[in-house]
């Protein structure tokens, strides 16, 4: 068993819904403005921006060195993580020219991974510590499964507990826990999900090259994924996860997550 060291954070996300303009529900004047930059990771929360969180949980879960993949425009990014050096993580950067998808992100990435294996996941989420680490300690290649139900606030209409997990990719893997299939957006309510949480090895840079755009006109992980399991014969364990997994998608989330943030002390 090889516990992986590295980490690729996915955070040049453009940030459009972020962008639109709605109620403000109480963000204060600095959210306010690092809502209408579409700066999702930079997001002032306590004090601290949303990405000090995200950090602060891969190295808990024992990541040493981290790649953000980041837009031409991180400067704010860079200044921050130069200002206030991380004790725990060596971060370096690569930049992804632009919004070509999460395959595309991922490739730029790619010297930084060099031949070993790593996790990836979105620089807007926040997941737990406990799938980091069971994924640092996998027998290759894996993927967090999240249970779709501890996904939801508890106290949600059941219609919209199911358009909310209709949003997700639904996750289907076999008795042995090997992943089978990934369908993005189905047509009923999965039991498992993906949260774009992964542990990769080097034949996903093969895959990426291969794969066409999707019909967004993007390359896409889950595309390369597939194209891997089916064209190199790459297996994925899919490993059963609970969350919450905190999404920091719309204006509408910072105040519910600034609060499930509060009692964490970050130590990067």
């Known amino acids: 068993m090889t516990k992986v060291r590295k980490a690729v954070v996915l955070a040049a996300g453009a940030g459009s819904r972020m962008r639109r303009a709605q109620a403000e529900g109480g963000l204060s004047a600095e959210q306010t403005k690092a809502a209408g930059s579409g700066?999702?990771?930079?997001?002032?929360?306590?004090?601290?921006?949303?990405?000090?969180?995200?950090?602060?949980?891969?190295?808990?879960?024992?990541?040493?060195?981290?790649?953000?993949?980041?837009?031409?425009?991180?400067?704010?990014?860079?200044?921050?993580?130069?200002?206030?050096?991380?004790?725990?993580?060596?971060?370096?950067?690569?930049?992804?020219?632009?919004?070509?998808?999460?395959?595309?992100?991922?490739?730029?990435?790619?010297?930084?991974?060099?031949?070993e294996e790593f996790l990836l996941l979105n620089g807007d989420n926040h997941y737990p510590v406990q799938a980091l680490h069971d994924l640092r300690q996998a027998q290759g290649p894996a993927l967090a499964a999240f249970g779709a139900q501890s996904l939801l606030q508890p106290d949600l209409p059941l219609e919209q507990r199911n358009e909310r997990l209709m949003a997700y990719s639904d996750l289907e893997f076999d008795e042995a826990g090997r992943l089978t299939s990934i369908t993005e957006k189905p047509t009923t309510p999965p039991r498992w999900v993906s949260m774009n949480c992964w542990r990769l090895g080097p034949s996903i840079f093969e895959a990426c090259e291969a794969i066409e755009p999707s019909e967004r006109g993007e390359l896409e992980l889950p595309s390369a994924v597939l194209y891997s399991m089916e064209n190199l014969g790459q297996d994925y364990l899919a490993i059963p996860a609970q969350g919450p997994v905190l999404d920091l998608s719309s204006r509408a989330d910072v105040q519910r997550v600034q609060a499930a943030l509060a009692a964490i002390h970050v130590r990067l």
């Open 39 to 115: 700066a999702k990771a930079m997001m002032p929360l306590g004090g601290r921006p949303f990405l000090d969180f995200v950090l602060n949980g891969l190295a808990d879960a024992g990541i040493e060195k981290i790649c953000m993949v980041v837009a031409p425009d991180h400067v704010a990014m860079r200044d921050h993580y130069s200002a206030q050096a991380p004790e725990r993580l060596h971060i370096e950067y690569a930049v992804q020219s632009e919004p070509r998808g999460t395959a595309h992100a991922l490739q730029t990435a790619e010297s930084f991974a060099s031949a």
